[in-house]
């Protein structure tokens, strides 16, 4: 089983839609991540988390929306989904020590397709 | 701000062929410095780094140089594989004021023929 679990994998919706992108972890990491990947634009980061306490906007955080339920799972919402953000995106983890060496540990990707 | 631009891709090779994908950087300070790999239908993965000026990453036959000068990070290798086709990110951070944030580069693809 992947260290890093995403679900779901694949998903189709309608503009003005609620979605749910869920990320799990067995890797006993504090810190979570998610990320964007658009074609020519790399990854962008969307929401960090260093703790369950702890949440962060990333660089591109408008329109989305994140909960850490426990340590070991990190949810990324978007509340009324809309096509421009029709992308592939990851959920990253790290630790203290592979955070601070630039380390990080990825799912598989979540691709999301808004009509 | 920080940022990371890599050559376009995507990069079209013949098997065994010499490899180089050019990365440059802007950043405040002395960021570390790093390749990650994403193989079709994977997420990504560490392939080397570098944290200081002049220092080598190597992995997987696989090189890259800190080059402050330049600000630089080029990814070479000598003779690829077609297992190698992939996309490719440099990416930076400042480990101590960002707490593993990465900032990517735009990815550059390659494609490597038998």
């Known amino acids: 089983d992947a260290d890093v679990t995403q679900t779901p994998r694949n998903r189709i919706t309608k503009t003005g839609k609620r979605i749910m992108l869920e990320c799990s972890q067995t890797k006993g990491h504090d810190r979570m991540y998610w990320y964007r990947q658009d074609p020519g634009l790399g990854l962008r980061l969307i929401y960090y988390?260093?703790?369950?306490?702890?949440?962060n906007k990333g660089e591109i955080s408008d329109g989305y929306s994140v909960s850490r339920q426990a340590q070991a799972k990190f949810s990324l919402s978007l509340e009324s989904a809309i096509p421009n953000q029709t992308a592939l995106y990851f959920c990253?983890?790290?630790?203290?020590?592979?955070?601070?060496?630039?380390?990080?540990?990825f799912g598989e990707g979540s691709r999301l397709t808004v009509l | 701000g920080d940022s990371v631009t890599q050559m376009e891709g995507p990069v079209t090779l013949s098997e065994e062929a010499f490899l180089t994908i050019n990365c440059t950087y802007t950043a405040t300070g002395y960021p570390s410095l790093f390749w990650y790999v994403q193989y079709p239908g994977e997420g990504l993965q560490l392939l080397l780094k570098a944290t200081k000026a002049d220092d080598k990453g190597s992995n997987k036959g696989f090189e890259a140089t800190y080059r402050k000068e330049t600000t630089s990070f080029h990814l070479e290798k000598g003779s690829v594989q077609v297992s190698d086709s992939a996309v490719y990110f440099c990416a930076l951070t400042m480990i101590y004021n960002q707490g593993g944030k990465l900032i990517f580069g735009q990815g550059t693809e390659l494609s490597v023929k038998p």
């Open positions: 990253a983890t790290s630790d203290y020590a592979s955070g601070n060496t630039g380390e990080l540990f």
């Open positions: 988390s260093f703790d369950v306490k702890d949440i």
